[in-house]
């Protein structure tokens, strides 16, 4: 064998060394990946919605803006105001059916607000709220629709203005009414949209009472904490 043979022999042994090196390693890389996924346990639906457990704390954060007068109660002078709640959140039972309203839970709140007044009479709204918040939890969804009523303490320098009817004296009641959606970024945190509705007045405390009744939207950050 003359040694141009062997070389050209060894090279195309070369070659195929190579080509099977090509074929085959991937293929081995790939169901070696498979396994790898088959292995790691996917996220459960029922995780998404484990911030709706019996007990477990919340913590929201909540921006927005408010306009009043609106199409509520009567005419008053202009009030509007931009928004900053806090609010820490305990859920009151696991969600399940509730009379004739859809699958969801309870969920009781405690907010403190301080609301600043960048147009019309005073400067500033500041008290705190009671709230109570019915999530509407279908499962499987990680959109999650909720109703919300409460009621709690303002102290406002509205009165300080003698030319409005509207508050008329530093401490007033809030009544509050809203609608909003949760969207679950994952099993903790969730983002919200939310409008709202505020009555403001000092039942009948003071001579001026015309209250307050204004409408806004508010966008929002909420962190689950676990039971």
């Known amino acids: 064998m003359t040694p141009s043979t062997r070389a050209f022999r060894r090279s195309r042994l070369v070659c195929r060394l190579l080509l099977l090196k090509l074929l085959v390693l991937p293929a081995l890389s790939t ?46 002078p202009t009030v509007n105001f931009a928004s900053l709640d806090l609010r820490l959140g305990w859920m009151l039972g696991l969600p399940s059916k509730l009379w004739i309203l859809p699958r969801g839970n309870l969920q009781g709140l405690v907010a403190c ?13 500041a008290g705190l709220t009671l709230l109570l918040r019915y999530n509407i939890v279908p499962e499987g969804w990680r959109l999650v629709p909720y109703l919300q009523i409460g009621v709690g303490v303002l102290y406002t320098d509205i009165h300080e203005c003698p ?11 809030v009544e509050h009414y809203s609608l909003g959606l949760r969207w679950l970024i994952n099993p903790r945190w969730s983002i919200e949209a939310e409008a709202g509705y505020l009555h403001v007045s000092n039942a009948d405390q003071a001579e001026r009472n015309a209250g307050l009744n204004a409408v806004g939207v508010c966008v929002g950050v909420t962190r689950a904490f676990g039971r």
């Open 163 to 173: 030319e409005q009817c509207a508050i008329g004296q530093w401490r007033e009641f």
């Open 113 to 125: 607000s301080v609301d600043n007044i960048f147009e019309g009479h005073g400067s500033y709204l």
């Open 31 to 76: 169901a070696s990946f498979g396994q790898q996924a088959a292995a790691k346990p996917s996220l459960e639906v029922a995780d998404w919605q484990e911030g709706f457990s019996r007990w477990t704390l919340s913590v929201q954060v909540l921006g927005g803006v408010y306009f009043s007068p609106c199409l509520f109660g009567p005419a008053t």
